[in-house]
């Protein structure tokens, strides 16, 4: 331990709130060096909706290791890719009647982010991109542009991006897709035409704000009469974790470029995909490109992913029933904490708390309690339950037991009977928190 802290850079985060030395993992338990046992809701930020080390991955990958298969591929043609590509075509796009060609980028979200933002640049000639209030889409320059983390930003100078409100962040039922396109219809509004328009359909990141049907639509319609390409980021929120494979599949709206990265492996492993609308694909030969495009072993583990879970619609229907009782437990929650109200949809739920700190002081109860569970949104208010979708239901249920008794034992201790919303003073014990670093 004194190796890591002594030795790891100050940039480190998700280890000082959970701090551990772990040894192993399996489904959705975490071992340490002490063979204590966590339960994991936070599924390496998403990227292991499937699991810690599913078997069938595992043993798929041991033997492509046995057999000499191939690891690193750069952009060459491999029948590990080619395997996978065949896969995602007939299990993925084929049912659902979409028409895309995949690019491989380099291996993460914020990656696929940034060839999507260049190649919509190249395709409409156009500079400016759209993004929204609260997203997160990365943290390298383009990305981050698009990115609202003010943390994550640190007051760079970073351009090329005009921001626009998300469904829901103005009051009084306020349509933030008419102020959009009204900004767009003026030549004086001082936005310029966009390439695109980019956003999340629930924001991950960003407090698990969820865009309606109707918002979408609203967007991606716009995005086409002002001559913008439409972006979804499914980093987070695709792989099944709403509960289709793509968060976007009951909001009607279908993407131009999609990215994909975190879970679509798997297994775990680095890999990002861009999903292109054929017309749009008018990428000159290795005009984006990047050495670490070919993880074969991330091909491998997401063919075995494909046949395993999206053959049909069985576990669809079983995120869908993981995901009320996931509402269900999170409601009684919030009936017990005054001020607070559920986020997010499918198995990417939450409670809003209202408050950061009590956010945090909840999250690190349930971690003494062996729950490793996380924040999310721009005070940190949010208590996100982001547990593997294979997570067996027992576990599920005790993750969120411990979730409710941590929150009440904190506001029996603090005498707290109302959390103290983000405007007002918080209190003392509450104040002395350090503030929670993730993303
Ligand atoms: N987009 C979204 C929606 C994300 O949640 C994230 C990561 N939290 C990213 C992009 C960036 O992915 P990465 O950290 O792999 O670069």
Same mark, same amino acid.
């Given at each position: 331990?004194?190796?890591?802290?002594?030795?790891?850079?100050?940039?480190?985060? #998700?280890?000082?709130?959970?701090?551990?030395?772990? &040894?192993?993992?399996?489904?959705?338990?975490?071992?340490?060096?002490?063979?204590?046992? #966590?339960?994991?809701?936070?599924?390496?930020? %998403?990227?292991?909706?499937?699991?810690?080390?599913?078997?069938?991955?595992?043993?798929?990958?041991?033997?492509?290791?046995?057999?000499?298969?191939?690891?690193?591929?750069?952009?060459?043609?491999?029948?590990?890719?080619?395997?996978?590509?065949?896969?995602?075509?007939?299990?993925?796009?084929?049912? =659902?009647?979409?028409?895309?060609?995949?690019?491989?980028? %380099?291996?993460?979200?914020?990656?696929?982010?940034?060839?999507?933002?260049?190649?919509?640049?190249?395709?409409?000639?156009?500079?400016?991109?759209?993004?929204?209030?609260?997203?997160?889409?990365?943290?390298?320059?383009?990305?981050?542009?698009?990115?609202?983390?003010?943390?994550?930003?640190?007051?760079?100078?970073?351009?090329?991006?005009?921001?626009?409100?998300?469904?829901? #962040?103005?009051?009084?039922?306020?349509?933030?897709?008419? #102020?959009?396109?009204?900004?767009?219809?003026?030549?004086?509004?001082?936005?310029?035409?966009?390439?695109?328009?980019?956003?999340?359909?629930?924001?991950?990141?960003?407090?698990?704000?969820?865009?309606?049907?109707?918002?979408?639509?609203?967007?991606?319609?716009?995005?086409?009469?002002?001559?913008?390409?439409?972006?979804?980021?499914?980093?987070?929120?695709?792989?099944? =974790?709403? %509960? !289709?494979?793509? !968060?976007?599949?009951?909001?009607?709206?279908?993407?131009?470029?999609?990215?994909?990265?975190?879970?679509?492996?798997?297994? %775990?492993?680095?890999?990002?995909?861009?999903?292109?609308?054929?017309?749009?694909?008018?990428?000159?030969?290795?005009?984006?490109?990047?050495?670490?495009?070919?993880?074969?072993?991330?091909?491998?583990?997401?063919?075995?992913?494909?046949?395993?879970?999206?053959?049909?619609?069985?576990?669809?229907?079983?995120?869908?029933?993981?995901?009320?009782?996931?509402?269900?437990?999170?409601?009684?929650?919030?009936?017990?904490?005054?001020?607070?109200?559920?986020?997010?949809?499918?198995?990417?739920?939450?409670?809003?708390?209202?408050?950061?700190?009590?956010?945090?002081?909840?999250?690190?109860?349930?971690?003494? &309690?062996?729950?490793?569970?996380?924040?999310?949104?721009?005070?940190?208010?949010?208590?996100?339950?982001?547990?593997?979708?294979?997570?067996?239901?027992?576990?599920?249920?005790?993750?969120?037991?411990?979730?409710?008794?941590?929150?009440?034992?904190?506001?029996?201790?603090?005498?707290?009977?109302?959390?103290?919303?983000?405007?007002?003073?918080?209190?003392?014990?509450?104040?002395?928190?350090?503030?929670? =670093?993730?993303?």
């Amino acid at each position: 331990k004194n190796v890591l802290d002594n030795l790891e850079s100050e940039v480190r985060g #998700y280890c000082r709130n959970f701090n551990p030395l772990f &040894k192993s993992a399996s489904g959705s338990l975490m071992v340490d060096s002490n063979d204590n046992q #966590y339960i994991d809701f936070l599924a390496a930020c %998403g990227s292991l909706n499937y699991g810690h080390n599913d078997p069938d991955m595992s043993l798929s990958l041991k033997r492509h290791i046995d057999n000499n298969g191939i690891t690193a591929g750069l952009d060459l043609y491999t029948s590990t890719k080619a395997e996978f590509l065949k896969s995602f075509n007939e299990r993925i796009l084929q049912p =659902r009647k979409l028409n895309y060609r995949t690019q491989f980028t %380099g291996p993460t979200g914020t990656n696929g982010v940034e060839a999507a933002l260049k190649l919509a640049r190249k395709v409409t000639g156009r500079h400016n991109v759209i993004s929204f209030t609260n997203g997160f889409h990365g943290v390298t320059l383009g990305s981050l542009a698009a990115t609202g983390n003010k943390y994550n930003r640190m007051g760079g100078n970073l351009s090329g991006v005009s921001r626009a409100p998300f469904e829901g #962040y103005l009051d009084g039922g306020f349509d933030t897709a008419d #102020y959009l396109d009204q900004l767009l219809g003026d030549p004086s509004s001082g936005i310029e035409p966009p390439a695109a328009i980019l956003f999340e359909t629930v924001q991950g990141e960003g407090g698990l704000n969820a865009a309606s049907p109707q918002w979408a639509q609203k967007i991606a319609e716009i995005a086409k009469r002002h001559g913008a390409l439409l972006i979804i980021d499914d980093v987070q929120a695709g792989c099944g =974790r709403t %509960g !289709s494979f793509f !968060s976007f599949e009951p909001l009607g709206i279908e993407p131009d470029l999609v990215v994909l990265s975190k879970s679509i492996s798997g297994y %775990g492993l680095p890999m990002a995909i861009v999903l292109i609308k054929p017309e749009y694909d008018q990428w000159g030969p290795a005009e984006h490109n990047g050495t670490f495009r070919g993880n074969n072993h991330a091909f491998l583990t997401a063919s075995v992913m494909l046949e395993k879970f999206w053959s049909d619609d069985s576990f669809s229907q079983e995120i869908a029933h993981k995901a009320e009782i996931v509402k269900h437990h999170l409601q009684r929650i919030a009936a017990r904490v005054p001020g607070s109200m559920i986020k997010g949809r499918g198995m990417m739920q939450g409670v809003s708390v209202g408050n950061g700190k009590f956010a945090s002081l909840v999250c690190c109860r349930a971690f003494e &309690k062996g729950l490793i569970v996380e924040t999310s949104g721009p005070h940190d208010e949010v208590i996100k339950v982001l547990a593997a979708l294979t997570i067996p239901m027992n576990l599920l249920g005790r993750g969120l037991d411990i979730i409710e008794e941590s929150a009440l034992e904190i506001m029996q201790e603090n005498g707290i009977s109302r959390v103290v919303p983000i405007s007002q003073p918080t209190p003392e014990t509450i104040q002395k928190l350090p503030q929670r =670093r993730h993303g």
